[in-house]
T-cell receptor
Framework: AQSVTQLGSHVSVSEGALVLLRCNYS??????LFWYVQYPNQGLQLLLK??????LVKGINDFEAEFKKSETSFHLTKPSAHMSDAAEYFC?????????????FGRGTSLIVHP | EAGVVQSPRYKIIEKKQPVAFWCNPI?????LYWYLQNLGQGPELLIR????????DSQLPKDRFSAERLKGVDSTLKIQPAELGDSAVYLC?????????????FGPGTRLTVL
């Protein structure tokens, strides 16, 4: 079964610093991969997705992620953190089951941004 | 355009009582998902509908949980009877089309507390 591992339940950065949130997946075939963000008391919002097109995927708010098949990774980065980026981030993979693809989410990484 | 609507936002009940959650997806979205999100965890899929058909309910505890999506529009998730371990946030999401890599739009969730 496919699964997602997010390294680090909390990541703390200073405002203006590089953001790096790590995600590794287990899959025997290239999956569909997603990053979602969840602000307090809100639903999840899609940041970006990989669907076997370009390996470097650009999303909203200057976030991007690179699909690396050899490392089975899909890490999320942002060049310069803003205070408004503080939120919970979830990596997700679509797993194949029963003739369709089912989304499986990681445990999430809480991004803390210091002024 | 209105987003995914869920009600109630918060619910507190005593164990062994029944509870129901309601979800109205974005207009035109064929696929509807119900997720369970425990504190500090990612969403876990309970059931997925394609139009009015439940196509993946393998994670739904059928002894106490039930769901329906009449006419392929809004949906209701029910728990009867509720147990202490059911305390969590219940998320509803919808997507357009039947492909798993389509963006999911999430509602704000219903936070259930079972006493």
């Amino acid at each position: 079964a496919q699964s997602v591992t997010q390294l680090g339940s909390h990541v703390s950065v200073s405002e203006g610093a590089l953001v790096l949130l790590r995600c590794n997946y287990s899959s025997s075939v290239p999956p569909y991969l997603f990053w979602y963000v969840q602000y307090p008391n809100q639903g999840l919002q899609l940041l970006l997705k990989y669907t076997s097109a370009a390996t470097l995927v650009k999303g909203i708010n200057d976030f991007e992620a690179e699909f690396k098949k050899s490392e089975t990774s899909f890490h999320l980065t942002k060049p310069s953190a803003h205070m408004s980026d503080a939120a919970e981030y979830f990596c997700a993979v679509s797993r194949y089951s029963g003739g369709s693809y089912i989304p499986t989410f990681g445990r999430g990484t809480s991004l803390i941004v210091h002024p | 355009e209105a987003g995914v609507v869920q009600s109630p936002r918060y619910k507190i009940i005593e164990k062994k009582q029944p509870v129901a959650f309601w979800c109205n997806p974005i207009s035109g979205h064929n696929t509807l998902y119900w997720y369970l999100q425990n504190l500090g965890q990612g969403p876990e899929l309970l059931i997925r509908y394609e139009n009015e058909e439940a196509v993946d309910d393998s994670q739904l505890p059928k002894d106490r949980f039930s769901a329906e999506r009449l006419k392929g529009v809004d949906s209701t998730l029910k728990i009867q009877p509720a147990e202490l371990g059911d305390s969590a946030v219940y998320l509803c999401a919808s997507s357009f089309g039947l492909k798993s890599y389509n963006e999911q739009f999430f509602g704000p969730g219903t936070r259930l507390t079972v006493l």
